[in-house]
């Protein structure tokens, strides 16, 4: 069974340009969630889809946004990047379906983005 | 509020010792917890999971230990090996938001052949 996969694996953009990230969760698995990593700040939770709805969000600025797919693929946008915006943007995925419930969340790769 | 927090930034053991790793967490988070282990250039790998109504879990060669009392959960990994050396992340889970990781700052694991 594929994993979670994220494109692109790097990324490099200039400050105040937007960047599209993708992730295709495990086969069969509809809650998908984002962080992000930084030496500084550690993992943090962007925010987390599930059929197509944003079901809970973090501390971000409304710069970064997200969306869910039909077949449970996510996309995280970020708009007018800064410089504090480089890090690494995990994807993870789940079996998860109710509110109340709780699962294993399995991540991919990362996409590391680095905004000069 | 909601925190996780490790105990100790970096640990290191001799090859065949048995490591514990060390989380606290404050109150609201505390329905759910992962443990991740990180090696560099990968995302976090799932090792274990326990529940707030579990004390004690097993893997392969790994325990999780819940103490709700003192708000406390340890990883334990036996016979350490040197492909165990990484970063260990505790995560937990707030109440009615599971899809949300608060995560620990996360301990690096070295092993000495």
């Known amino acids: 069974k594929a994993g979670v996969t994220q494109t692109p694996r790097y990324l490099i953009k200039t400050r105040g340009q937007q960047v599209t990230l993708s992730c295709s969760p495990i086969?069969?698995?509809?809650?998908v969630s984002w962080y992000q990593q930084t030496p500084g700040q550690g993992l943090q939770f962007l925010f987390e889809?599930?059929?197509?709805?944003?079901?809970n969000k973090g501390n971000f600025p409304g710069r970064f946004s997200g969306r869910q797919f039909s077949n449970s693929r996510s996309e995280m946008n970020v708009s007018t990047l800064e410089l504090g915006d480089s890090a690494l943007y995990l994807c993870?995925?789940?079996?998860?379906?109710?509110?109340?419930?709780?699962?294993?969340?399995?991540f991919g790769s990362g996409t590391q983005l680095s905004v000069l | 509020g909601e925190s996780v927090g490790l105990h100790l930034p970096t640990l290191s053991v001799q090859e065949g010792d048995n490591s514990i790793i060390n989380c606290a967490y404050s109150n609201s988070a505390s329905d759910y917890f992962i443990w991740y282990k990180q090696e560099s250039g990968k995302g976090p790998q799932f090792i274990i999971d326990i529940r707030s109504n579990m004390d004690k879990r097993q893997g392969q060669r790994v325990t999780v230990l819940l103490n709700k009392t003192v708000k406390h959960l340890s990883l334990q990994i036996a016979a350490t090996q040197p492909g165990d050396s990484a970063v260990y992340f505790c995560a937990g889970v707030p109440y009615n938001q599971g899809g949300k990781l608060i995560f620990g700052q996360g301990t690096e694991l070295s092993v000495k052949p």
């Open positions: 993870a995925s789940s079996r998860r379906t109710g509110v109340g419930t709780n699962e294993k969340l399995f």
């Open positions: 086969s069969g698995h509809r809650s």
């Open positions: 889809y599930f059929s197509e709805t944003q079901r």
